[in-house]
Nanobody, 120 residues
C-alpha cells in the first residue's frame, strides 16, 4: 500500500486547506492524520474508523473534518480557521486493522511522506 499526500501549502491565519491522501492497493481499516511541528512531538490529529467514525484531538475539534471517499480510496482532512499553531508536517497513515484507531504513529502499517502546512 502506498499513501501519497497532497494539498499542503502556506495560508494566513483564519484560512482553510484541504489535505488529500490517495491510497493504492489493498483493503484498509483505520486511517488517520498525524502532524509534527518543529521541536515538538508528533501527534495524532484525526482518525477515521472503518465504519466512518471520526475522532479528533481537542485542539482541532470544530475546525478540522476528516473524511474518506471509499470509491477513490482517498482520505481527506479539511482544515478551517487555521492557526499558526497548526503549522506542521502532516502525515497520512493507514492500517490493515480496524476498531479503535487511536494508536501511535508507528503502530500504523503504512505511512505517507508528509505534506507541509504553514500558517502565518
Amino acid at each position: 500500500v502506498q499513501l501519497v499526500e497532497s494539498g499542503g501549502g502556506s495560508v494566513q491565519a483564519g484560512g482553510s486547506l484541504t489535505l488529500s491522501c490517495a491510497a493504492s492497493g489493498g483493503r484498509l481499516g483505520c486511517m488517520a492524520w498525524f502532524r509534527q511541528a518543529p521541536g515538538k512531538e508528533r501527534e495524532g490529529v484525526a482518525s477515521l474508523e472503518g465504519d466512518g467514525t471520526p475522532d479528533y484531538i481537542e485542539s482541532v475539534k470544530g475546525r478540522f473534518t476528516i473524511s474518506k471517499d471509499s470509491a477513490m480510496n482517498t482520505l481527506y482532512l479539511r482544515m478551517n480557521s487555521l492557526e499558526p499553531e497548526d503549522t506542521a508536517m502532516y502525515y497520512c497513515v493507514a492500517a490493515r486493522w480496524g476498531g479503535d484507531c487511536r494508536r501511535s504513529f508507528l503502530a500504523y502499517n503504512f505511512r505517507g511522506q508528509g505534506t507541509q502546512v504553514t500558517v502565518s
